[in-house]
């Protein structure tokens, strides 16, 4: 009762009507009704920070991941190395599939098993060296290599030739193929086929080449030449007489000089 009594005389003195006050109590519930909504609104944005924080990690793992992740084309091999691995090794071959690199205490190289060509023209090579007089031809020499894919072969090659280019592995291939080549001429009679030659040539330099991993595609193709060249050019009569005079001037200056001839 006093509260109403209140009321009126409050209603004659601010002389506003009774609605306005029910206006103004609808204000103030719809006020906190706003206040509590913004606060629920925090709360959600306080989530969805927590939650694009934790999308932004995932996505950044995932990018870190990919990027390490290496994959073995098949034309290749790839070396892992940086810690101790299998058996014992510090490194590890893979040959087709993909592996995770570690960061920082490991990284990768790849070997090529891609065939490369050797090509050697070789000068003066004996042939039959047990029945005088020497006979020297020339001999060119066709073959292609790569290296192994036999496990135990492409582990050989990973300690021996992972930081060598191509070139480096074919002047490898060729030194060995002229070794042989000059070796099995020396002591082949003078007759034997270069087929024969080649399979002899080709048996000794896998049996060299496998100490490293390399294997030799194919057959080794052998050629001897005629001494005077591929081809039969005739010499124009002028040089040939310009050489003679030449050899004539060495001779006397060698006789002045009293040097020997071999």
């Known amino acids: ?27 103030r519930l719809r006020l906190a009704d706003a206040c509590a ?16 924080a934790d999308v932004i990690v995932i996505v950044f793992v995932l990018v870190i991941y990919a990027s390490r992740y290496k994959r073995v084309p098949p034309n290749k091999a790839m070396v892992v190395y940086g810690r101790a691995l299998e058996g014992g090794r510090g490194f590890k071959v893979y040959s087709g599939g993909g592996r995770w690199i570690r960061p920082i205490i490991e990284t990768y190289e790849f070997l090529s098993l891609e065939p490369f060509p050797v090509e050697l023209d070789l000068d003066r090579v004996a042939v039959d060296v047990g ?88 057959n080794v193709v052998i050629r001897r030449m005629e001494a005077a060249g591929p081809l039969d050019v005739a010499v124009p009569r002028g040089i040939v007489e310009e050489m003679n005079a030449l050899t004539r001037r060495v001779q006397r200056i060698e006789e002045r000089l009293r040097i020997a001839r071999p």
């Open 131 to 218: 029945n005088p007089p020497r006979q020297f031809v020339p001999v060119v020499v066709r073959a292609n290599a790569r290296i192994s894919g036999d496990p135990d072969l492409l582990r050989t090659a990973a300690s021996q030739l992972l930081h060598k280019s191509p070139e480096e592995q074919s002047r490898l291939v060729g030194a060995v193929l002229e070794g042989h080549t000059r070796s099995v001429f020396a002591s082949s009679p003078r007759g034997a086929s270069d087929i024969a030659v080649a399979e002899t040539v080709r048996m000794a330099a896998e049996a060299d080449l496998s100490k490293v991993g390399i294997v030799l595609v194919g």
């Open 1 to 27: 009762l006093e509260q109403a009594v209140r009321l009126v005389h409050r209603l004659r003195r601010d002389h506003r009507p009774p609605t306005y006050y029910a206006f103004a109590a609808t204000k």
């Open 37 to 52: 909504a913004a606060g629920e609104g925090l709360a959600s944005f306080d989530v969805v920070l927590v939650v694009l």
